[in-house]
C-alpha cells in the first residue's frame, strides 16, 4: 500500500512569485490536512480538508490556500512567496476524523 | 488554547539504556495523542496513537502512556539502539482533525 505522496521534494523560488504543492493521500483517505515546520516555530497546522471541504483552518495569512479534489488529492498554494515561508511543508491524511494520521516526506520550499 | 511541551528538549545515552521521552498539554479535552519520529530533513513516522479512552498502547520496544486528567504522556523506549537517533514529537487532537504538536525531543543513542 503506498504511502503518502508529496510531490515536489524540493523547491526553489524568488520573492513574489507563487508555488503550488501537491499531496496524494493514503489510497481510501479522506482527510488530508497541511502543516508548515520551521526551526523557530515548529510545526504548525494550515489546514485540513474532507470530501473536497476545507473543515478547518490554522492561523495563517489569506495567502496560503488549499483545495482537495474528488480522488482526494489535495494541493496548497502560496501566493506572494516571502522569504519567511521558506519551510518545509508536510501533509498527513488519515482515515477518519481522529484517526491515526501518517505524513509524507514533505516539500522543502525555499524562498530566494 | 492548546500547549504541548517536551521535556527534555535532548537527550544524549549509550546505547542499550531504557529512556522515557514527555510530553505535558494544557488541555486535558483531547480526542487522542499521537507519537511520531522524525529524521533529519524527512516527514514524519507514526509510532503510536493512544485514543483517550486508553491509558497506554505498545508497539516492539515502544510504550507510550496517557494520563488525561493531569495532561501527560510519555514514551518509553527500552534497549536503546543508534537507530533509535531521531527527534521523538508528541501530537494532540482536539477534537477537530488537526494535529497539535509539541517541540520536540532530539534523542542521540552513542554507539
Known amino acids: 500500500k503506498a504511502g503518502v505522496t508529496q510531490t515536489p521534494r524540493y523547491l526553489i523560488k524568488t520573492r513574489g512569485q507563487q508555488v503550488t504543492l501537491s499531496c496524494s493521500p493514503i489510497s481510501g483517505h479522506r482527510s488530508v490536512s497541511w502543516y508548515q515546520q520551521t526551526p523557530g516555530q515548529g510545526l504548525q497546522f494550515l489546514f485540513e480538508?474532507?470530501?473536497?471541504?476545507?473543515?478547518n483552518k490554522g492561523n495563517f495569512p489569506g495567502r496560503f490556500s488549499g483545495r482537495q479534489f474528488s480522488n482526494s488529492r489535495s494541493e496548497m498554494n502560496v501566493s506572494t512567496l516571502e522569504l519567511g515561508d521558506s519551510a518545509l511543508y508536510l501533509c498527513?491524511?488519515?482515515?477518519?476524523?481522529?484517526?491515526?494520521?501518517?505524513f509524507g516526506q514533505g516539500t522543502r520550499l525555499t524562498v530566494v | 488554547k492548546q500547549e504541548v511541551t517536551q521535556i527534555p528538549a535532548a537527550l544524549s545515552v549509550p546505547e542499550g539504556e531504557n529512556l522515557v521521552l514527555n510530553c505535558s498539554f494544557t488541555?486535558?479535552?483531547?480526542?487522542?495523542l499521537q507519537w511520531f519520529r522524525q529524521d533529519p530533513g524527512k516527514g514524519l513516522t507514526s509510532l503510536l496513537l493512544?485514543?483517550?479512552?486508553?491509558r497506554e498502547q505498545t508497539s516492539g520496544r515502544l510504550n507510550a502512556s496517557l494520563d488525561k486528567s493531569s495532561g501527560r504522556s510519555t514514551l518509553y523506549i527500552a534497549a536503546s539502539q543508534p537507530g533509535d537517533s531521531a527527534t521523538y514529537l508528541c501530537?494532540?487532537?482536539?477534537?477537530?482533525?488537526?494535529?497539535?504538536f509539541g517541540t520536540g525531543t532530539r534523542l542521540t543513542v552513542i554507539p
Open positions: 498527513a491524511s488519515s482515515l477518519v476524523e481522529g484517526a491515526e494520521a501518517f
Open positions: 488541555d486535558s479535552a483531547i480526542y487522542n
Open positions: 493512544i485514543q483517550s479512552s486508553q
Open positions: 480538508y474532507f470530501s473536497e471541504t476545507q473543515r
Open positions: 501530537a494532540v487532537v482536539p477534537g477537530a482533525n488537526n494535529l497539535f
